[in-house]
T-cell receptor
C-alpha cells in the first residue's frame, strides 16, 4: 500500500461548482498536511497547511483533516477557470521529516 | 514568482552524460531541497541542504550528488544518465528547516535521449 494515495483525475467541473479533492494515507504518524497547486510547466505552490486534525479555511479554500480515517480533503468554493491545475496533497510526520507527496489530481474548471 | 530561480529551464542530453542543475534560493532562505517529478513516480524528495550542510536524504541515486555553496546556491549533479532520469527537477527553499513552508522554483526539464 502506498503511503499517500490520490486519484489522478482528470476531474472536470463547471465554473462556480464546489470542488472536492481528496487523499488517503497509511502512516498514522503524519501530523502535518499540505495542499499544493501546480500549474502546467510551473513549480508547486503551497495553498494550505494544517497541523493535526480539523478544518482550516482561507478564502475559497477549505482544508479538512480526519486523522481517524486517514483522509484529507481540499474544498474549493465558487470554482474559477483559473483554478484549473494539478493539486498535490502532501504530508509529513514532523517539521523536520521529509514530505511525502501524492501524485496529484488534475482539475479542469469548465467556463 | 516564488523567488527561487533554477537554470537551465530545459536540458537535452544523451545517455551516459553528466549534467549540473543550478538553484538559487529565496533571499534569506537557508534550506534548499531537490525533488524529482515524473509521471509514474510523482514528486519525490531527493536531498536537503541547510546552510551548506547535508540535512536529509531521500530517494537519491548514488549517481546523483548535490552541494550547497557558501552563498547558499545549490547544484544537483546527475551522472551516467539513463533514459529513466528524464523528469522535471525542482528546487525548493525555506527559511529554516520548516519543510511545510517550502517555496518551489520553476523546475528544470531534463530529457535524456
Amino acid at each position: 500500500q502506498k503511503e499517500v494515495e490520490q486519484d489522478p483525475g482528470p476531474l472536470s467541473v463547471p465554473e462556480g461548482a464546489i470542488v472536492s479533492l481528496n487523499c488517503t494515507y497509511s502512516n498514522s504518524a503524519f501530523q502535518y498536511f499540505m495542499w499544493y497547486r501546480q500549474y502546467s510547466r510551473k513549480g508547486p505552490e503551497l495553498l494550505m497547511y494544517t497541523y493535526s486534525s480539523g478544518n482550516k479555511e482561507d478564502g475559497r479554500f477549505t482544508a479538512q483533516v480526519d486523522k481517524s480515517s486517514k483522509y484529507i480533503s481540499l474544498f474549493i468554493r465558487d470554482s474559477q477557470p483559473s483554478d484549473s491545475a494539478t493539486y498535490l496533497c502532501a504530508m509529513s510526520a514532523s517539521r523536520d521529516d521529509k514530505i511525502i507527496f501524492g501524485k496529484g489530481t488534475r482539475l479542469h474548471i469548465l467556463p | 514568482d516564488s523567488g527561487v530561480t533554477q537554470t537551465p529551464k530545459h536540458l537535452i542530453t544523451a545517455t551516459g552524460q553528466r549534467v549540473t542543475l543550478r538553484c538559487s534560493p529565496r533571499s534569506g532562505d537557508l534550506s534548499v531541497y531537490w525533488y524529482q517529478q515524473s509521471l509514474d513516480q510523482g514528486l519525490q524528495f531527493l536531498i536537503q541542504y541547510y546552510n551548506g550542510e547535508e540535512r536529509a536524504k531521500g530517494n537519491i541515486l548514488e549517481r546523483f550528488s548535490a552541494q550547497q555553496f557558501p552563498d547558499l546556491h545549490s547544484e544537483l549533479n546527475l551522472s551516467s544518465l539513463e533514459l529513466g532520469d528524464s523528469a522535471l527537477y525542482f528546487c525548493a527553499s525555506s527559511t529554516q528547516t520548516g519543510r511545510e513552508t517550502q517555496y518551489f522554483g520553476p523546475g528544470t526539464r531534463l530529457l535524456v535521449l
